[in-house]
């Protein structure tokens, strides 16, 4: 069965750094997000990317974050200096054409210390 | 109005017990609601899903009821078993599922032997 995956599993960084979060989505998929949970709390929705750019980012996506796919296949989140705030586990999600669903990856575990 | 709301927060029931878990939501062009299923450390598992043109829609022991008047829509899990237990996120999505999706604040469900 296809699966989104998701590296690293888990990633701890000082405050301040720069981290780059990778996933693969599902090969045929055209959708591709980013949502990330706080520990113990619901799922928010980060950024989505299509044909190449953003098509829509959730007010908590400023500045310090990014996204890029840069080989058709790795689809990127990087935050340029990370804060305390940023700790928790960020989910990429893909989707193909239509109405399908949206498979979620496994998630990589953030921790800012 | 893009919230959706969940309750309740917690379930403890009994093996064979019939869980049941709400969701309400305002934006009334919601049109595709899911159900994910989260294991810890895990990623949400779409679970079972309905569109706004039925009532309910049963895959096995889990069965959606939706009502479009009152803008809510319920999880219920049938004969549940303790390998149930896990956290339980409604969403919901415009455009037929391709807009972000807007979770809840999920439900944590244990199944006691």
């Known amino acids: 069965e296809p699966e989104v995956t998701q590296t690293p599993s888990h990633q701890v960084t000082q405050m301040g750094q720069e981290v780059i979060l990778r996933c693969v989505p599902i090969s045929n998929h055209l959708y591709f997000y980013w949502y990330r949970q706080i520990l113990g709390q619901k799922v928010e929705f980060l950024v989505s990317?299509?044909?190449?750019?953003?098509?829509?980012k959730s007010e908590i996506f400023d500045d310090q974050f990014s996204v890029e796919r840069p080989d058709g296949s790795n689809f990127t989140l990087k935050i340029r200096s990370t804060k305390l705030e940023d700790s928790a586990m960020y989910f990429c999600?893909?989707?193909?054409?239509?109405?399908?669903?949206?498979?979620f990856g496994q998630g990589t575990r953030l921790t800012v210390v | 109005q893009q919230q959706v709301k969940q309750s309740p927060q917690s379930l403890i029931v009994q093996k064979g017990g019939i869980p049941i878990i709400n969701c309400a939501y305002e934006?009334?062009?919601?049109?595709?609601f899911p159900w994910y299923q989260q294991f810890p450390g895990k990623g949400p598992a779409l679970l079972i899903a309905i569109r706004p043109d039925v009532s309910e829609k049963k895959e096995g022991r889990f069965t959606i009821s939706f009502n479009k008047s009152a803008k809510q829509f319920s999880l219920h899990i049938m004969d549940s078993q303790p390998g149930d237990s896990a956290t339980y996120f409604c969403?919901?999505?415009?455009?037929?599922?391709?807009?972000?999706?807007?979770f809840g604040k999920g439900t944590k469900l244990t199944v006691n032997p």
């Open positions: 990317f299509y044909n190449n750019e953003i098509s829509e």
């Open positions: 999600a893909s989707r193909g054409t239509g109405n399908s669903e949206a498979f």
């Open positions: 969403a919901a999505s415009a455009k037929g599922g391709s807009e972000k999706l807007v």
């Open positions: 934006n009334t062009a919601f049109d595709y």
